[in-house]
Nanobody, 121 residues
Framework: VQLQASGGGLVQAGESLRLSCAASGSIRSIKAIAWFRQAPGKSREWVAT???????YYSDSVKGRFTISRDNAKNTVYLQMNKMNSEDAAVYFC????????????????WGEGTLVTVSS
């Protein structure tokens, strides 16, 4: 399984940005796709997860502002980020869990390259 994250960039506080995670390869083995982020000097933290069945989960820090969704025809998962603030600035990674609805770094079996999100105030 290969994952390709894209869509990062520079936004101002309060603005929106949408990230994409395109999956390829043996995607039938994937049970869920999750987004994580890692700010400088901090550990990688979970942001949101979407299962094959479409069930979604969010961390408390993004609930109500971020939306994870999927386009099965394009094998792509999106992360719509609204009302962004400085704490959202990080490198964002997508990961794939082949067992369940993973929300932990150590549950991911596959990772994509990160995409940088910068938020200016």
């Amino acid at each position: 399984v290969q994952l390709q994250a894209s869509g990062g960039g520079l936004v101002q506080a309060g603005e929106s940005l949408r990230l994409s995670c395109a999956a390829s390869g043996s995607i039938r083995s994937i049970k869920a796709i999750a987004w994580f982020r890692q700010a400088p000097g901090k550990s990688r933290e979970w942001v949101a997860t979407i299962t094959n069945g479409g069930t979604t989960y969010y961390s408390d820090s993004v609930k109500g502002r971020f939306t994870i969704s999927r386009d099965n025809a394009k094998n792509t998962v999106y992360l719509q980020m609204n009302k962004m603030n400085s704490e959202d600035a990080a490198v964002y990674f997508c990961g794939a869990d082949s067992v369940g609805a993973g929300t932990r770094v150590d549950r991911m079996d596959y990772w994509g390259e990160g995409t940088l999100v910068t938020v200016s105030s």
